[in-house]
């Protein structure tokens, strides 16, 4: 699977829109890009993935370039319970997935 | 999204026995499981995946007589920790995936400590 490349960790103003960026140059055709973010002491929870497209749900977008190799994630309103650790990973559909360090966001008030 | 539980939330075991783990799939049928080990400041480490009826596949440095997985229906898996060392104290964390593969929803994790 391809690896990721994401920033140790930002800030973000609560209200405000939290733009998380990812790096996948070597990515292959059909390999997807997962979004999971974890909690302190808690388990990951998945967030969003796409394949090409651009994605939105309930809880965020997902914005991909159109060579593929890098992407971001945008919690639209960040709010002081979004501060967690976020992992960009990009697998094949039903494969395990690599985590890595990920981002660690911290929403402030 | 799906519900995946785990059981216990914290253990406490001494040093020589053994522990087992359990991760449901609430709301869905689980083809897949998958078990994580997760330490101190650190990212998680998959330990193993198993398919409901087959043995589970270790990752690379992972013992498989150490970390017992049983995968026995669509919605149970377990894993048991034998012969318990402080070096096995960590957070374990368990994922399911239906049949179609896609996401994996998680557990929220037990928290082994080991004396």
């Known amino acids: 699977d391809a690896k990721t490349t994401q920033p140790p960790s930002m800030d973000c103003a609560e209200g405000r829109a939290a733009n998380l960026p990812c790096n996948h140059s070597?990515?292959?055709?059909?390999?997807?890009v997962y979004w999971y973010r974890q909690i302190h002491s808690q388990g990951p929870q998945y967030i969003i993935h796409?394949?090409?497209n651009n994605e939105t749900n309930e809880m965020a977008s997902l914005i991909i370039t159109e060579d593929r190799k890098s992407s971001t994630l945008i919690l639209p309103h960040a709010t002081l319970r979004d501060t967690a650790v976020y992992y960009c990973?990009?697998?094949?559909?039903?494969?395990?997935?690599?985590f890595g360090a990920g981002t660690i966001l911290r929403v402030k008030s | 999204g799906a519900v995946v539980s785990q059981h216990p939330s914290r253990v406490i075991c001494k040093s020589g026995t053994s522990v087992k783990i359990e991760c449901r799939s609430l709301?869905?049928?689980?083809?897949?499981m998958f078990w994580y080990r997760q330490f101190p400041k650190q990212s998680l480490m998959l330990m193993a995946t198993?398919?409901?009826?087959?043995?589970?596949?270790?990752e690379q440095g992972v013992e498989k007589d150490k970390f017992l997985i049983n995968h026995a229906s669509l919605t149970l898996s377990t894993l048991t920790v034998t012969s318990a060392h402080p070096e096995d104290s960590s957070f374990y964390i368990c994922?399911?995936?239906?049949?179609?593969?896609?996401?994996?929803?998680f557990g929220p994790g037990t928290r082994l400590t080991v004396t």
């Open positions: 990973i990009v697998t094949k559909g039903g494969n395990k997935l690599v």
């Open positions: 709301d869905f049928q689980a083809t897949t």
């Open positions: 994922s399911a995936q239906g049949a179609g593969g896609g996401e994996q929803y």
């Open positions: 070597t990515i292959s055709g059909n390999e997807y």
């Open positions: 796409g394949l090409k």
């Open positions: 198993s398919n409901e009826g087959s043995k589970a596949t270790y």
